[in-house]
C-alpha cells in the first residue's frame, strides 16, 4: 500500500516538473539581441504578452534627433524620477549632444553608457533573456537602434518596512533592530555590524518563476569552506517555480527533513545571525522575508538566546539551566502526570495524592483522556489566537482562561491539579521558541506512551528521541554537539554561560581547523591595571 | 532512497499502533478506583477466632473540605474504618472489599497497629503479609495497642484530619522526648529474624481524661521471639536509646546543686559506643556515652551560671542517664529480652567466641555486666543567664 502511494506522489511529481519546464518563457528567448530596434521591441512586447504594466518609450536622440532608442521599463518597480531625470533627460538634453561638432556615434552602446547615462550600476545586454531578467527585476532597459547590444540600468524602487523590533525574539537587553522583507536592507545591517573584508556575500537566484534573490553570507578564514560548497550545492540542487519565504529553502535543503527536530535555525535579529556568522556558521537570507536561515544547527542553540552574552553569565546561566527545564516540563509535563496517577500512585506523596483523587472524584474520564481534552483545547486557543484579530485575541483570551481554568473545573469535566499541569506546560513551551513544534508534538507522544505503559513507556519515548537526536546532524555537525561527542571547550556555553573572555575559541565542531578559530587571545580576564607585570621593582 | 524511507516510516507507524492494540493501558488504574488506606488494625475478632481487619480509607472529599464547614451531610469524618474479617489477614484485606466495592490501595499505608491480643499469641503469623504484599512498604510503622487496634483507629484527632496520619506523626517526632521509638516493618523483621535480639515496638493507646479521647504513644512493648512479654516505661525506653545512641532530644530532669528545687536540662547531642568484652566466659558490655545539654530551666533561684555548679550539675546528669540505663538493662534482664541487640553486637566483634554462646544466649544474657561511662557537657543556658528572680537586678 505504501509502494502505491509513494508511486501516486512520485507520479504527479513528475507531472508538475514538466508542467514548468513546458512553460518555460527561456526557451524562445535564448537568442541575440538584434541591431534592428522595431524587431527587438516586437519580441519583448510578444514574449511579455502585452502587460499593461511595461512602460515602452521610445524616442530619438542626439544631434539632430538621429538617433532611435526605446526606454523599457516596469511602471511600479522603478523609480520613474530617477528614469526622467538620470537617463532621459541626458539622453536628449546633454550639453554635448547639442553641439554640432560632436562626431560620437551613439549605436555603440558603450559610447551611451560611458557618455550620457548618469546612474551607477549598469550593465550590457547581449542575449534576450539576460534583458528579460533584468527587466523582470526592475531594471530599466535602453535599447538602441543599430546596436546589437542592450543596457541594463538600475532604477529599482522597492517598497520595504523600516527596520522594527522584530514580534518573536523580544530582548530586555540588546538591540532591537530586526530583519525586514528587503534583503539589501538585511546584508546592510549585517555589514554594518561585520566591517571585515573577509565577509563574504554570495548571490543566488532560485526559483524559476520566483527569480528570488537568495544569499549566502559568511566569513572567509572563519567558516569551513566545505560548510560553503555544501550549501552551495544545496542551494542549486532547487528546482521549483517559487521560493516565497525562507521557509521553502529549509525545507529543500535540511538535513532530516523527516525529524520533528529542526536541524536549520531561523532569526529575525541580525545580532543573532552575525554572533553565529561569527561562530563559523553561515546564513542564508531570502529576499522577501525577515527571516534568515542559519547552517549548521545544534540542539543547544535552542537554548541559547541573544540575551545570555549580553547580561553578566551568573544570572544568564540561570536562565538557560530553567530554559532547559522547560522544554523537559513542556515535553513530559502531562506524560509524567498521568504515569503517576494511573500507574504509580506510590510514588505520589500521600497528602497530595489525596487532594489529587478529591479533585478527580467527579471526573468521568480516564486521565490520559482529560489530559488529551486539556492539551486539545489548549492548542485550539494557541492556533485561535495567532489567527484571530488583534481585537478579538484578547476575548479569546479571557474566554480561554474562563473555559480551560474554571468552567470546566466547577463542571466537574478537569480536574484542578489538571490545569495546573496542563497550564504549566503550556508557559513552559514557549520559553524555548526554537523547539516550540517540536516540544508539541513530543507531548502528544509521550502522553499517548504514557496512557498506554506508564513509565515504562515515557522512558522507552525518551530513549527513542535520545538515539533519533542523536544521530541526527546538521551539515555534517552532529545534532547534540558539544555533548555528543562530548566536547570540554563547548561545554562553557552549554548548560552554562561561562564568562566571555574564557571563550576564546570558537566551536570547534564549527570551525575547520585551518581557520582562524580563536575569537581572542587568553589572559582578558579583567584586572586593575599592573604596571610592572614582571614584578621588578 | 526514497523507498527505503518509506518502508522504514510504514514499520514505524506499525509499530506504534501496535502499541495501542499490545498494551491497552494493562496495569493503568484510575485514582477514582482506588480506596486509599492510610492505616490498618489488626485484632482478635471477639466472639471467633477470627481476625478483625480495620482499613482506614480516605474520604477524599472529606478531606478537601475546611474543618469548619464540614457539616451537614455525614459526621463530617475524613475517614472510613473498614472491617473486614477471616482467617488470614489476606482473607480479611480481599473480604473488605465487599464493602468498599473498589481495591484497596495500600501504599500509602503508613501505620500497622496489632492488637494486645495479638502481640502476647506472637506476631509472626499476621505480619508476614504486611512484609509480603508488593504493594505494603517496609518503612510502615508497627505499633502495638494497649488495648484492641481498632479503637485507637476510631479515635477522632483534633487537628489531624486522619488517626492514622496523627499517629504516624506522634512517632516521627519521639525525639522530643526520646520516651518511645519509631519501628517500622523492616526493622521489626530483622529483629525478629536475628534470633537474639527481642524486637520492640511503640505502644499506643487512648488516653481518657476529660471528655477527650486523645492518641497517645508511650513506652515500647518488649518481645521474646514473637511474643509480647513485658513493656518498657518511658524512662527504660530511654535508658535503651541511649545505648543505641539514638537519643536525638529530650528533658532530663535533675535536682539543683542546693537541692532545693528541680533543674531540666535539654539534651542537644548524645552519642554512644558499646564495645562488648569476653573474658573466660565473662562478659562485660562497655558504654561509653557522649552528651551535650542545654540548661532550659530552672526553678530555684540560685544562680546556676558558675563553673561549680556546672560541674555539680554535669555530675547529677550522668547519673540520671546511668539510672535510665540500668532500669532499662534490669528490666530487659527480667524479661530475658536482649533489647539491645547485645548478642549482635558481640557477634560482629568476637565471631569466634560468639558460635558457643549464640545457642545458650538466653541463659547467658541475665548474666552480662553492663559498664557505663558517660560524659555530659552543660553547653549553654539559653537566652538567660541568670534566673528571673526578685530583688537581684544589676545596677
Known amino acids: 500500500m505504501f509502494r502505491y502511494i509513494s508511486k501516486i506522489i512520485r507520479y504527479s511529481a513528475l507531472k508538475s516538473k514538466n508542467a514548468i519546464h513546458d512553460d518555460t518563457p527561456d526557451k524562445n528567448n535564448n537568442e541575440p539581441i538584434l541591431s534592428d530596434l522595431e524587431k527587438n521591441l516586437e519580441k519583448i512586447k510578444g514574449v511579455l504578452r502585452d502587460s499593461s504594466d511595461v512602460t515602452f518609450h521610445e524616442f530619438n536622440f542626439g544631434h539632430d534627433r538621429r538617433f532611435k532608442g526605446a526606454l523599457i521599463f516596469i511602471n511600479n518597480l522603478t523609480d520613474k524620477n530617477e528614469i526622467h531625470k538620470n537617463i532621459l533627460q541626458p539622453l536628449m538634453y546633454d550639453v554635448l549632444l547639442l553641439k554640432k561638432d560632436v562626431n560620437m556615434d551613439f549605436t555603440k552602446i558603450d559610447t551611451v553608457r560611458k557618455n550620457l547615462i548618469s546612474i551607477t550600476g549598469t550593465q550590457k545586454l547581449t542575449l534576450m533573456s539576460d534583458l528579460l531578467d533584468h527587466l523582470l527585476t526592475g531594471a530599466t532597459i535602453l535599447l538602441v537602434d543599430g546596436a546589437k547590444e542592450a543596457l541594463a540600468i538600475k532604477s529599482q524602487k522597492i517598497e520595504h518596512r523600516s527596520i522594527e523590533e522584530p514580534g518573536t525574539e523580544a530582548v530586555v537587553r540588546g538591540p532591537r533592530e530586526g530583519f525586514n522583507e528587503n534583503v539589501n536592507v538585511n546584508i546592510a545591517l549585517i555589514r554594518r555590524k561585520i566591517k571585515d573584508p573577509d565577509l563574504c556575500i554570495e548571490k543566488f537566484n532560485i526559483g524559476e518563476r520566483s527569480k528570488t534573490d537568495v544569499y549566502i553570507v559568511y566569513i572567509k578564514n572563519v567558516a569551513n569552506p566545505k560548510l560553503i560548497e555544501e550549501i552551495r550545492e544545496r542551494l542549486s540542487r532547487i528546482k521549483t517555480d517559487a521560493i516565497l519565504e525562507s521557509g521553502y529553502i529549509e525545507q529543500f535543503i535540511e538535513d532530516a527533513p523527516y525529524s520533528i527536530f529542526p536541524t536549520v535555525s531561523n532569526s529575525e535579529k541580525p545580532d543573532k545571525v552575525v554572533a553565529k556568522i561569527l561562530e563559523g556558521r553561515a546564513a542564508i537570507l531570502v529576499d522577501g522575508t525577515p527571516f534568515a536561515l542559519v547552517v549548521p544547527m545544534l540542539f543547544i542553540e535552542s537554548f541559547q538566546s541573544g540575551e545570555d552574552y549580553y547580561s553578566r553569565p551568573f544570572l544568564a546561566s540561570i536562565m538557560r539551566l530553567i530554559r532547559f527545564l522547560s522544554f523537559i516540563i513542556s515535553a513530559l509535563g502531562p506524560a509524567i502526570y498521568v504515569a503517576l496517577t494511573v500507574f504509580h500512585q506510590e510514588l505520589i506523596p500521600t497528602q497530595l495524592l489525596i487532594s489529587i483523587a478529591a479533585g478527580r472524584e467527579r471526573v468521568p474520564f480516564p486521565a490520559i483522556l482529560e489530559a488529551s481534552l486539556m492539551i486539545f483545547t489548549f492548542d485550539i486557543l494557541r492556533e485561535a489566537g495567532v489567527r484571530l484579530p488583534k481585537a478579538v485575541g484578547q476575548t479569546v483570551g479571557i474566554v480561554g482562561a474562563l473555559v480551560l481554568g474554571q468552567a470546566s473545573v466547577e463542571a466537574g469535566l478537569i480536574s484542578p491539579i489538571m490545569v495546573i499541569v496542563v497550564s504549566s506546560t503550556a508557559i513552559a513551551s514557549f520559553a524555548v521558541p526554537a523547539q516550540t513544534d517540536s516540544g508539541t508534538i513530543l507531548r502528544y507522544l509521550y502522553l499517548a506512551l504514557a496512557g498506554l505503559a506508564g513509565g515504562f513507556g515515557v522512558i522507552m519515548g525518551l530513549l527513542a528521541t535520545l538515539l533519533h537526536l542523536s544521530s541526527l546532524r546538521s551539515f555534517g555537525i552532529p545534532y547534540l554537539w558539544p555533548i555528543v561527542p562530548l566536547n570540554f571547550s563547548g561545554l562553557k556555553d552549554t548548560f552554562i554561560r561561562m564568562p566571555l573572555w574564557t571563550m576564546s575559541k570558537r566551536p570547534n565542531a564549527i570551525v575547520w581547523d585551518g581557520s582562524d578559530s580563536y575569537r581572542q587571545g587568553p589572559g582578558l580576564m579583567p584586572s586593575p591595571y599592573k604596571k610592572d607585570s614582571d614584578g621588578s621593582k | ?395
Not at chain 2, 219 to 227: E, I, L
Open chain 2, 1 to 395: 532512497m526514497t523507498k527505503k524511507i518509506n518502508i522504514l516510516t510504514s514499520k514505524l507507524v506499525i509499530c506504534f499502533l501496535m502499541l495501542f492494540i499490545l498494551l491497552g493501558c494493562s496495569g493503568g488504574r484510575e485514582i477514582n478506583d482506588l480506596e486509599i488506606v492510610i492505616g490498618m488494625g489488626v485484632d482478635k475478632d471477639e466472639n471467633s477466632e477470627n481476625i478483625l481487619l480495620t482499613a482506614q480509607v480516605v474520604k477524599e472529599g472529606e478531606m478537601e473540605k475546611s474543618s469548619g464547614s464540614g457539616g451537614g451531610e455525614g459526621d463530617g469524618k475524613a475517614f472510613w474504618n473498614v472491617f473486614g474479617t477471616g482467617k488470614s489477614v489476606f482473607e480479611a484485606v480481599r473480604q473488605i472489599t465487599h464493602k468498599t466495592g473498589n481495591r484497596l490501595f495500600v501504599s500509602h499505608n503508613h501505620v500497622v497497629i496489632c492488637g494486645k491480643d495479638l502481640a502476647l499469641e506472637g506476631l509472626q503469623k499476621y505480619i508476614d503479609f504486611f512484609l509480603r504484599a508488593h504493594e505494603m512498604r517496609p518503612t510502615t510503622i508497627i505499633l502495638i495497642a494497649e488495648d484492641r487496634a481498632l479503637d485507637v483507629m476510631n479515635a477522632k484527632p483534633e487537628t489531624e484530619k486522619l488517626p492514622a496520619m496523627n499517629i504516624t506523626k506522634l512517632v516521627k517526632t519521639y525525639g522530643f522526648t526520646s520516651h518511645f521509638y519509631k519501628v517500622n516493618m523492616k526493622d521489626f523483621a530483622s529483629c525478629l529474624m536475628c534470633g537474639t535480639r527481642a524486637p520492640i515496638a511503640p505502644l499506643v493507646g487512648i488516653s481518657q481524661d476529660k471528655d477527650n479521647k486523645d492518641i497517645y504513644v508511650s513506652g515500647m512493648a518488649v518481645f521474646n521471639n514473637d511474643k509480647m512479654v513485658g513493656r518498657l516505661t518511658e524512662d527504660e525506653t530511654r535508658g535503651l536509646l541511649w545505648v543505641l545512641g539514638k537519643v536525638e532530644s529530650g528533658v532530663l530532669l535533675i535536682s539543683s546543686p542546693n537541692k532545693q528545687g528541680k533543674v531540666a536540662f535539654e539534651i542537644l547531642e548524645a552519642k554512644s559506643k558499646v564495645i562488648p568484652e569476653v573474658k573466660d566466659g565473662k562478659i562485660v558490655m562497655h558504654v561509653k556515652i557522649k552528651g551535650k545539654s542545654s540548661l532550659s530551666e530552672q526553678t530555684t533561684a540560685e544562680d546556676l551560671a558558675t563553673i561549680e555548679a556546672f560541674e555539680k550539675m554535669q555530675k547529677a546528669q550522668t547519673e540520671a542517664i546511668r539510672q535510665e540505663i540500668m532500669a532499662a538493662f534490669d528490666k530487659s534482664k527480667e524479661l530475658n529480652a536482649d533489647i539491645f541487640g547485645f548478642g549482635e553486637m558481640i557477634r560482629k566483634k568476637h565471631i569466634n567466641k560468639w558460635k558457643s554462646l549464640k545457642d545458650k544466649w538466653d541463659e547467658i544474657y541475665p548474666t552480662i555486666e553492663l559498664n557505663t561511662d558517660i560524659e555530659v557537657k552543660i553547653q549553654k543556658t539559653d537566652l538567660l543567664k541568670k534566673p528571673v528572680s526578685p530583688g537581684k537586678e544589676e545596677k
